[in-house]
């Protein structure tokens, strides 16, 4: 029996010692790709056709979408922020989902808007709408009130009342660099063949000034070295691994922070998807599902120079929920959409990409957490050498510290958002020290939202949005409690 | 032995992860280094050349900077002196003193020695400069790259040489749109976007393209570019004649060219060949058809028009009734058709646009008029919106006159019957 178990135990070993193998040469390759692609971009951007995009009469219009639930505290500063989008035609539409606190009102009181009638056709079927409030003096805002439904729900009451060919989701905490949605309408209108998304780069707002415009004064890091970790998480996460699937036009996922959608085609395949706590996710992995199905060509493309900054956590219990809501969002996609797993109809989305998510995202926690057990289980019962023990550690480790040094070396390469000397070095060390646990209580998080999943709890949890950065104060808010 | 085979591999991993991990720390560090080093320096050099440009064309002594201003290629002061000619080239105020010094200094023969490249970026970032020079010496040579299969040089070309502009230029482009569209070269925004910038010369190059057969989306773009543009009789004539054509996109285009108030005075005519199209399949044709005949004011076409508020999209439901409250007090009868009829859709549609087009403003100011039937109509009008739940303007109205209540309670009484 025991020499079963030790043989279990061994075996188990050596898989996981090819899978960290695998997924590490997966990431390699990624990486290089990024490295390529980028280098490209920096040069592409030379000759992109930005001002020609802004000064033509020929740019549609796009609506920019807020969706709000008890944000009392950030709200007027994304719209505000969004306002001043430096795009020749958008309008921005702030849709209240059944807020409990005072966010309708203090946009009501801030930009005077008057209740309007406005017929409510429901493309989409959502929730009630409760009102319309408008006001000339500001003709591109528009302010929806309606039942709470969610963050999905509240999406799709955007897409129905906008008149514009093209949306934009924008989070309530997140703040648009000026020119970012004219950088990540450009490919759409570069294309000849038709992009159905577009998505931006992320980045963390804490600890940026921003000036009574809400415009971006001085960028900063902040002090608190949760956050310091996410920053490299971003930088590492949108520079080479969403840049990586781009070029392959293999992406997945893009950020419902900011991200650029055709309008008829997310109608057509049917809206946000209402009860899935990653309804950004689900999105472009159905946009996948409905064009490949329909036989029609489209691109899905990442574009790593516009910026949009969000709050990111800045507690333990907060970024537990938040990446556990992720993964929870990850695997409730992929199993909505299972029909495209391993099927060849669907091309390399199905053959490739998703059987990866599969295999080493949702697994991969598990895989690891599990690992790590049986590695010490296998030293305690002397299967395993000292020596092993430290090298698989070591080895982990160094990986871990060479992609988040990669990452920063290509932000360097790239846009150097963070232009202090001490930024850098900051970087560059919090890159070695999130090895170091950081990365290790991550899986766990993502571990536990397996177990919920398979557990049967599949519910959002919600994030507080505190306004640090705004001018509006730093008392907490709630998102989406559903 | 094969445990010491792999406590190896796993160290030799480890090696070169620290060395790669090393070498990238230090590859950043050095080039922030680099980089704050040479930006100062091009800053220098910026503000440097653009005050000793500034200062000669002040003076009007041009020809003698360009020795000042001779660098080698590809140096830092071959750059700043590219980005400061180039921001005055944008200024617009010394274009031809620009492109004469970029000329003296090698700048088009050096970015035209590199469209032969066999870099295609290098190529596209060469093309991109020429044509923000507005280099027109170039244009024989970036001609023949919009004949290739490549989509970014093509898409770089055809914005070179819209910012050069010329006749040679735009014939260039037009006579090659079947290629560029037809192969999904550039895309059909990008393309409108370069036509336009010829401005109204580029009108009689795509006339006389578009009198040949023309790929649809080919033809529907310069229909869209022409659209823009002022234009003659013979433009009229064309799209009047596309107004039959096949293709939907094709016909809606033709039909936004005619759809100008002064194309509709001068050729009267042209109302009773846009009508049929009110009843085309497309629903975006009968938008475009609607937008035209609106753009006339046209009362015989009220009827049509009429019917048209109860279109099954909802899009066309509301351009018909702005199109028919554009035509004012002699349409009132056909909105009170429609208001009492059976289609929710179509009323809903009638009052969203008395709403928006600030139309009840009109008909609250007839409730004081004397013409009786005028005030019945109007009064008719507003107690229907009232009963649909289109309460606010009156609500408004009430509330605007709240220091003479009188009248407000009056005008409010008269509505909702209280």
């Known amino acids: ?75 007027l500063r994304s719209i505000r922020s969004a306002l001043q989008a430096d795009y020749p035609f958008f309008e921005v539409i702030v849709i209240n989902d059944g807020s409990s606190d005072n966010t309708l009102k203090r946009v009501i009181d801030e930009f005077r808007l008057r209740r309007i009638d406005r017929i409510y056709r429901r493309t989409l079927v959502t929730k009630s709408v409760k ?52 950088r990540v309408m450009t490919p759409l209108l570069e294309s000849s063949v038709p992009v159905v998304a577009s998505g931006g780069v992320v980045r963390v707002l804490n600890g940026l000034r921003l000036n009574e415009e809400n415009e971006i004064e001085e960028i900063d890091l902040p002090q608190n070295p949760l956050l310091l970790f996410q920053i490299v998480e971003y930088i590492r996460g949108f520079l080479f691994g969403r840049v990586g699937w781009d070029s392959l036009n293999a992406l997945l996922i893009l950020s419902g922070t900011f991200s650029l959608f055709h309008k008829a085609t997310v109608a057509d395949a049917g809206g946000f998807k209402v009860g899935n706590v990653s309804e950004d996710m689900e999105m472009v992995v159905r946009l996948h599902r409905h064009m490949r199905k329909a036989g029609k060509p489209y691109r899905i493309c990442f574009v790593s120079d516009p910026i949009c900054w969000t709050e990111a956590p800045d507690t333990f219990s907060m970024l537990a929920r938040q990446r556990r809501r992720w993964h929870l969002g990850l695997m409730q996609s992929i199993a909505e959409n299972r029909e495209m797993i391993g099927n060849p109809r669907f091309g390399r989305i199905g053959l490739i990409v ?68 001490r930024h850098l070095f900051r970087l560059l060390l919090y890159g070695v020290f999130e090895n170091f646990g950081y990365r290790q209580i991550n899986t766990f998080w993502r571990f536990q939202a397996f177990l919920q999943y398979w557990l049967g709890r599949r519910s959002w949890e919600y994030v507080e949005n505190k306004g640090t950065n705004g001018t509006n104060g730093t008392k907490d808010g709630a998102a989406w409690t559903m | 032995m094969q445990d010491k085979i792999i406590i190896i ?79 005055l080239m ?28 066999r870099n295609a970026q290098a190529r596209a970032q060469s093309v991109n400069k020429l044509g923000k020079m507005k280099n027109s010496a170039s244009v024989p040579l970036l001609i023949p790259l919009l004949d290739g299969q490549n989509r970014e040089i093509a898409s770089v070309t055809v914005r070179a040489l819209g910012n050069i502009g010329g006749n040679t230029a735009l014939g260039a482009i037009v006579d090659r749109l079947p290629h560029l569209i037809g192969n999904g070269l550039v895309a059909g925004k990008a393309l409108e976007t370069t036509l336009l910038a010829f401005g109204p010369e580029a009108a009689p190059a795509l006339i006389g393209r578009l009198t040949g057969d023309l790929h649809p989306h080919a033809a529907a773009i310069a229909l869209e570019v022409l659209s823009r543009l002022p234009a003659d009789e013979r433009t009229i004539s064309l799209a009047a004649e596309r107004l039959g054509h096949e293709n939907p996109e094709v016909r809606s285009k033709a039909l936004k060219v005619l759809g100008r108030p002064e194309h509709l005075s001068s050729r009267p005519d042209l109302s009773g060949r846009i009508a049929p199209l009110l009843r085309d399949p497309v629903w975006y044709v009968r938008l475009q058809a609607i937008r035209s005949l609106s753009a006339l004011k046209c009362a ?18 509301n351009e018909a009734a702005r199109a028919l409250l554009l035509l004012g007090d002699c349409s009132l009868d056909f909105l009170i058709e429609a208001l009492t009829g059976r289609d929710q859709y179509a009323k809903d549609s009638i009052c969203e646009e008395i709403e928006s087009t600030n139309f009840h403003a009109l008909l ?38 709240h220091g003479a209540p009188q009248n407000g309670d009056k005008a409010e009484g008269q509505v909702t019957g209280l």
């Not at chain 1, 290089?32 to 490209?40: E, G, N, S, Y």
């Not at chain 1, 000339?136 to 963050?151: A, F, Q, R, S, Y």
């Open chain 1, 131 to 182: 009102g319309f409030y408008y006001n000339l003096e500001t003709p591109n805002l528009l302010v929806i009130d309606k039942e709470k439904g969610g963050k999905a729900d509240a999406l799709n009451c955007g897409i129905n009342a906008s008149r514009s060919p093209y949306f934009c989701s924008v989070d309530a905490d997140s703040v648009l660099e000026k020119d970012a949605l004219l």
């Open chain 2, 300 to 317: 015989e076409s009220m009827a049509e028009l009429g019917a048209l508020v109860s279109d099954e999209k909802w899009h066309v439901r």
């Open chain 2, 364 to 401: 609250i100011g007839h409730l004081a008029a004397n013409d009786d039937s005028l005030r019945d109509k109007s009064l008719r009008i507003l107690e229907i919106m009232y009963t649909l739940g289109f309460s606010i303007p009156l609500e408004e109205y009430r509330n605007s006159v």
């Open chain 1, 354 to 421: 998703i059987p990866y998510y599969i295999l080493f995202e949702i697994l991969g926690p598990v895989i690891e957490f599990v690992g790590y057990v049986c590695v010490l289980l296998s030293y305690a019962v002397g299967l395993l050498s000292v020596d092993f023990l430290l090298l698989f550690i070591t080895l982990a480790i160094f990986y871990g510290v060479f992609l988040s040094t990669a990452g920063i070396f290509l932000e360097e390469l790239t846009f150097r958002r963070y232009p202090r000397w």
């Open chain 2, 9 to 87: 591999v796993i160290l030799a991993i480890i090696a070169i992860l620290v060395t790669l991990t090393v070498g990238l720390f230090f590859a950043s560090i050095l080039r922030r280094g680099l980089h704050d080093r040479k930006y100062r320096e091009l800053d220098r050099l910026r503000s440097r050349y653009r005050a000793m440009v500034l200062e000669a064309l002040a003076s009007g002594r041009i020809s003698s900077l360009w020795i000042d201003l001779s660098a080698p290629p590809a140096s830092s002061a071959w750059q700043a002196v590219e980005e400061v000619l180039l921001t």
């Open chain 1, 1 to 75: 029996m025991i020499s079963i178990l030790s043989a279990a135990i061994l075996g188990f070993n050596y898989f996981v010692g090819f899978y960290f193998g695998v997924v590490n040469v997966i990431y390699s390759l990624l990486l290089t790709l990024a490295l390529v692609v980028i280098f490209r971009h920096l040069k592409r951007i030379k000759y992109s056709a930005l001002s020609e995009v802004h000064d033509s009469t020929q740019t549609p219009p796009v609506a920019i979408l807020i969706p709000v639930h008890n944000e009392e505290e950030v709200v």
């Open chain 2, 90 to 117: 944008t200024d617009g105020k010394h274009s031809s003193e620009t492109a004469a010094l970029f000329a003296a200094l090698g700048y088009p023969a050096f970015y035209e020695k590199r469209l032969t490249d």
